[in-house]
């Protein structure tokens, strides 16, 4: 079985903090990681390899050419190939735009019977790129994908609801995006870490796709930023002070001076 | 718009790379260089004191967008009944239709909705377009697709609101890409351009560090999933007066590439956050699963649901489907009481709009205190016991 892992290379948002006196955000030593959601992807495309030999694993990312270290990262991890589509030309595109270049790589692949993307990237949120990918190829998608079987050409999952879940049957091919739910992502091991940097990453630019120039980058997203800021800090609010039990009435007071109680 | 450097203005000062969000500029020879990391989102642009930065617009052939009119909310139902999301779209739907001018229209897609059409109209819209086959009875992907998409290249709308739900966030992209249009995810506003009467949408981005305004200029509609929650509800008025028209379905089972078995309910509590007009949050500093016990009595006492920051639900002390914040559920409750929550931003994002926040914790320096209207600096296992004697005795 040949499975295409969508992933991201995205900048550990966690880490980020807010200069309060600036309103800037605060970048230095925030790290570049592969993104979580999509961890669970490859997790859950490698433990079909585990169980079936014939499996192949393929990672695939658009980004900078430092893209190159979490490829590895996933090569490291047991993906067998890995593809980097990176490209000045790709650079600024929407979800939309990003979706037709993964699209196009993807077309160029050609054998594959799963792919797995992973819900939404940490940086954007959007989790668009997923189903426009699934769109673009004509096939069907199945999104929050918290429980995965696979047997044959029939994949059984379950879908996550906000208050519950529903079990879909599908065939292949067709494209699921993991939630963290799905596994839990291995760590890479030691074999894997030096077996990753003597493998070639295959790079691809505009001129190696399937793909009009006109349909990639900026210049063919529909959506537009308008202008980014960062959302102003409310303020502190008042420091209720005393004794603990002063405070809980002091507290009661003040909402009920309010009248918010 | 393409931000370019002016080479012969930047001096290599190096306040565009602190601004940019994205590491997407190097300095090379002293001078800033744009990578391909680059989004185009303008944060930037101000930065620079020499003026060396610009967007460039590029010409683009301008299509013939009028035959776009009215604003459509996608009509959510699950099992017959309208989610909730609908209604704050519709509230929001009506604002963005008087505005440009035109009608605000729902579309709903099920099995025998008639009477959710009535009540669609009941909350504000002038129009509802209803798909009614067996085949639609429950969401799938490829069914609703293919039938809002039919209807969107027939109908023309010139804006189409989704809920940011898991139905929602499923259906629109892959429409987008249908239809060949622009979807802006998750917006927390949306405003209409008193000049040209297109839409503003703004979200959060980068883990909510980040605002942006995402426009959508030469394709129509213009489409956004809308956060559950963040938007108005429509007020119910029986005497409003609509029309209901029927959409002609073309779906064949061949069409639906996807099974849905079954649909499971679980069993875990219903948690509805959205609604809730107080909530009592607990985070890490709650120490252990039990703490939950104390929030959840406290919560009772005042009539509230429990929230949970994610560090909480991360170290399995509480369900996810209980935790606020950018990747967990945005609120805007009466009152918000936060105990034990430092305040990552990624909480932030999802609370602070709240009437009123309390923040209990036991550091005077929590970033949470910078967001709370009443600040208790203090052990949560003390100072929670103490509110709730005094809600006692003042309730006396």
């Known amino acids: 079985m040949n499975i295409l892992v969508c992933a991201k290379q995205v900048p550990n948002t966690n880490e980020v903090k807010i200069d309060p006196i600036k309103g800037t955000l605060i970048r230095n030593g925030v790290e570049s990681i592969l993104n979580p959601d999509d961890a669970n992807a490859l997790e859950e495309a490698l433990k079909i390899k585990d169980k079936y030999n014939d499996t192949k694993v393929t990672v695939i990312t658009m980004g900078p050419p430092q893209a190159d270290d979490m490829l590895r990262e996933c090569l490291a991890m047991g993906a067998d190939d890995a593809i980097l589509l990176s490209d000045r030309a790709f650079g600024g595109a929407d979800t939309w735009a990003t979706s037709n270049t993964l699209a196009a790589a993807i077309r160029k692949i050609k054998d594959y019977d799963i792919i797995f993307a992973g819900r939404q990237a940490i940086d954007g949120d959007t989790a668009q790129v997923g189903p426009q990918i699934a769109e673009r190829l004509g096939i069907p998608q199945v999104t929050y994908v918290q429980k995965f079987d696979v047997n044959g050409d029939e994949v059984t999952v379950e879908r996550q609801l906000e208050d519950g879940y529903e079990i879909i049957k599908v065939k292949t091919p067709v494209l699921l995006t993991a939630v963290k739910e799905l596994n839990i992502p291995r760590y890479m091991n030691v074999e894997g870490i030096y077996n990753a940097y003597k493998k070639d990453i295959t790079v691809w630019g505009i001129n190696n796709l399937p793909v009009e120039k006109e349909n990639v980058g900026l210049d063919a997203s529909p959506t537009k930023v308008f202008r980014s800021f960062t959302p102003e800090p409310k303020g502190k609010g008042i420091v209720i002070e005393g004794t603990t039990k002063e405070k809980a009435n002091e507290l009661l007071n003040k909402l009920n001076q309010k009248h918010i109680i | 718009m393409a931000v370019k450097i002016i080479s012969e203005k930047c001096k290599g000062c190096g306040l565009c790379i602190k601004a940019c969000p994205f590491e997407a500029i190097n300095l090379l020879n002293k001078l800033a260089i744009i990578n391909e990391k680059c989004t185009s989102c303008g944060a930037c642009i101000n930065s620079c004191k020499f003026s ?278 945005t609120v805007k409750p009466k009152i918000y009481i936060a105990c034990g929550i430092s305040g990552a931003i990624q909480h932030l994002a999802g609370m602070q709009s709240s009437d009123t926040i309390i923040a209990i914790n036991k550091n005077a320096n929590a970033p949470i205190f910078n967001v709370a209207d009443y600040c208790i600096v203090g052990d949560l296992y003390d100072v929670i016991p103490a509110i709730m004697e005094a809600f006692d005795n003042f309730n006396k």
């Open chain 2, 52 to 329: 060396a930065i610009v967007a460039e617009e590029k010409k683009v052939v301008k299509k013939d967008l009028s035959k776009y009119k009215n604003v459509w909310v996608f009509a959510e139902q699950r099992q017959g009944v309208i989610s909730p999301v609908v209604i704050e779209l519709l509230g929001e739907g009506k604002k963005l239709a008087n505005e440009i001018g035109v009608e605000l229209c729902a579309v709903l897609l099920g099995k025998d909705v008639e009477s959710n059409a009535k009540e669609l109209i009941c909350y504000g819209a002038d129009k509802v377009y209803v798909a009614d086959s067996d085949l639609l009875e429950n969401y799938t992907t490829d069914g609703y697709t293919k039938v809002l998409s039919d209807a969107i290249k027939e109908i023309k709308p010139e804006v189409v609101l989704y809920g940011a739900t898991h139905i929602g966030r499923d259906l629109a992209p892959r429409i987008a890409a249908r239809v060949n249009t622009g979807l802006t995810a998750d917006c927390t506003k949306l405003e209409i351009d008193p000049e040209d009467k297109k839409i503003k949408q703004t979200r959060p981005a980068f883990g909510g560090n980040l605002m942006a305004t995402i426009v959508c200029p030469n394709h129509r509609p213009q489409m956004s999933t809308v956060r559950s929650g963040v938007m108005e509800k429509a007020v119910r008025n029986e005497h409003n007066k609509g029309e209901i028209i029927k959409l002609d379905v073309k779906l064949s089972q061949n069409d639906i590439f996807t099974k849905v078995v079954e649909i499971i309910k679980t069993k875990k509590e219903m948690v509805s956050l959205t609604d809730a007009e107080i909530i009592v949050s607990g985070g890490r500093g709650l120490g252990c699963e039990e703490g939950f016990k104390l929030i959840k009595e406290f919560a009772q006492k005042l009539g509230g649901e429990v929230g949970s920051s994610r560090a909480a639900v991360d170290a399995g002390w509480i369900e996810h489907s209980h935790q606020v914040g950018q990747t967990g559920t």
